[in-house]
């Protein structure tokens, strides 16, 4: 049985088709179509087990990707650390 309501807010949960990003060691992994719940109210985002674990299984295996996508990175060090 799935949750629904949210456990940060207490909002609906529904069932929608995500992009999800997924953090791998210093990887980056960028899935498309997931099925996932998501808060109405405030936009947190849950995945099933089995969901996380075909995730997880796809990047041990790694398999060739549908595409490669270059992602910008900036640093607030800069911006906060200066002297």
């Known amino acids: 049985m799935q949750?629904?309501?949210c456990a940060e807010c207490g909002?609906?949960?529904?069932?929608?088709?995500?992009?999800?990003?997924?953090p791998w060691g210093q990887e980056?992994?960028?899935f498309e179509h997931v099925p996932?719940?998501?808060?109405?109210q405030c936009g947190h985002m849950w995945l099933e087990a089995a969901v996380s674990q075909a995730i997880d299984e796809i990047i041990r295996k790694h398999p060739q990707p549908k595409r490669y996508e270059q992602i910008p990175v900036f640093s607030l060090a800069d911006e906060?650390?200066?002297?």
């Open 28 to 30: 980056l992994y960028r």
């Open 3 to 5: 949750p629904n309501r």
């Open 80 to 83: 906060f650390h200066k002297a």
């Open 11 to 22: 909002g609906t949960l529904e069932r929608k088709i995500i992009t999800h990003t997924q």
């Open 36 to 40: 996932a719940l998501v808060c109405t």
